[in-house]
């Protein structure tokens, strides 16, 4: 069986706007099938492969939109096993493309059955199949990646080794609380900031807004992972999705290839930012690449162009 060794991201400071805040972010999107879902995939599958629950020619089975299908469909191709995605409709033709090119199957529900349906059918599909199920949304081995891998590395590639707050998004959640984890072994008062895509409305003269599913990846209060009562000093963002679509174009014409929810955590982080002062060392995650999102509507150019210093629906 082939191992998998993941060389370190590059962590690199970003003013995107002359005076504006230096936010510090891990780009992710340079892994090798192009997401920070490399880190939980390697994880789990080395560890159970070391445990002796996964063999050569086994199944692996995960629910999954996208990021982790197609990180778990090329690390089984360089294991030598085989993997079912179960998915809801809706995920791009890039990703779907991406998962089949490298050996991976697809079963694909309507969009209407969610999350919750993906996830009882990947458990089903794995029980029939004898083979072994990743489980992102509550396998404890998908924080430990971030805490054992990312953070070391953002440790060691920081001034000082020293970060004042990490600010992501949440699907699994195991991105913020790996992180957060590992990050404030160095600095116990490293703060966790948590942001949700929302879309605003008026209602009755009240403006009001509800999560957005327009930023991929992002899920709403699904994950087991993520339990706010446990990460103490949770910070909790909601940032507009035409702002956060908005700050990925800019990122994009700045020269990172990234999707929506590396605007949604960078819009976020310069909100944290704005709290904390210039001196905070503010650390966020730029989680995968543009190219699986030509289909959808970061590419549309015409569309709004909501950007990085707008207003943003910060609660």
Not at 113 to 120: D, L, N, P
Not at 156 to 176: C, E, M, N, R, Y
Not at 181 to 206: D, F, H, K, M, Y
């Amino acid at each position: 069986m082939l191992k998998i060794n993941l060389p370190p991201t590059p962590l690199i400071p970003i003013q995107l706007e002359p005076g504006s805040p230096t936010i510090w972010a891990k780009l992710e999107f340079l892994n090798p099938s192009g997401s920070a879902k490399d880190r939980i995939a390697r994880h789990i599958l080395m560890k159970a492969y070391r445990q002796g629950r996964l063999e050569p020619g086994d199944w692996v089975v995960e629910a999954s939109s996208g990021s982790t299908a197609i990180a778990l469909a090329m690390a089984c191709a360089g294991m030598n096993l085989r993997f079912l995605a179960v998915l809801p409709e809706g995920a791009s033709q890039e990703r779907l493309l991406t998962i089949r090119a490298y050996g991976g199957e697809i079963l694909t529900l309507p969009r209407e059955a969610g999350m919750g349906a993906a996830v009882a059918r990947a458990e089903e599909e794995a029980r029939q199949r004898g083979g072994f199920a990743t489980r992102q949304f509550e396998n404890p081995d998908n924080c430990e990646a971030h805490q054992i891998f990312t953070a070391a590395e953002v440790l060691t590639q920081i001034p000082d080794g020293k970060v004042d707050a990490i600010v992501s998004g949440v699907g699994t959640g195991g991105t913020l609380v790996g992180l957060w984890q590992g990050c404030r072994q160095q600095n116990p008062a490293c703060q966790p900031w948590a942001c949700r895509p929302v879309t605003l409305s008026r209602e009755l003269e009240i403006e009001c807004c509800s999560f957005s599913a327009r930023i991929p990846g992002v899920l709403d209060g699904f994950s087991s992972l993520y339990q706010p009562h446990k990460l103490p000093g949770l910070h909790q963002l909601e940032i507009e999705d035409r702002l956060a679509l908005g700050t990925a174009r800019r990122l994009i014409r700045r020269g990172f290839p990234v999707g929506p929810s590396s605007g949604l955590n960078f819009a976020a982080a310069l909100l944290a930012a704005a709290e904390l002062g210039d001196k905070a060392q503010i650390v966020t995650v730029f989680p995968d690449r543009m190219e699986r999102y030509f289909s959808t509507e970061l590419f549309n150019l015409e569309g709004d162009l909501a950007v990085a210093g707008s207003a943003p629906a910060g609660r």
